[in-house]
């Protein structure tokens, strides 16, 4: 019968080196220097409830009159979104500050503290260069995402609850640089070569 190798799954033998585990680590600044990641200096911060990287294609449909469904060939890529979701758990003045786009002085009204300030403009430093989402394979191998330039666009809110950690979500948006080909975003997803 036509139907005899029909299969139950998508199960094939590698499958179990293809699934990622874990909630994976967010680094700052991750880069690859003679042939070594700087996966530990480049730790942003520890996270509760992981984490959800988005990219996202925008789509525009041409109309054609008598066409009443889409159409291959007539859907065209006109833009695109890519957005990191992390739950912090860890909270550093440079956290709070991403989140804020303000700045970070020694308090010189309360000795022993650090102060964030609003800033009214988003300079330069407020752009997070090489931005990175760090999954791992059940083989060990890393899934790297990375972010070349975000910015974080939500803001700060905590809320805090007994005998719970007080965890809160940073949303970074992915951006271009300054072009007039400004046409795409600068990430990139870096996967392990699969070996025969």
Known sequence: MAYEELKSSGITDKTPQNIMLGAGTIHKGLALADGKWNFEESLLGATSGGSKVSIVPEYMDIEVDGALVAVKGLKHKVGETATMEVNFVEMTPDILKMCVVGDVAD??????????????RITEGDYIENLAYVGRKTDGTPIIIIFEQAICTSGFEVEGKNKEAGVFTGTFQCVADVSPEADTLPWRILYPKQTA
């Open 107 to 120: 308090s010189t009204d309360y000795e022993g503290y650090s102060e964030i300030t609003s800033r009214g």
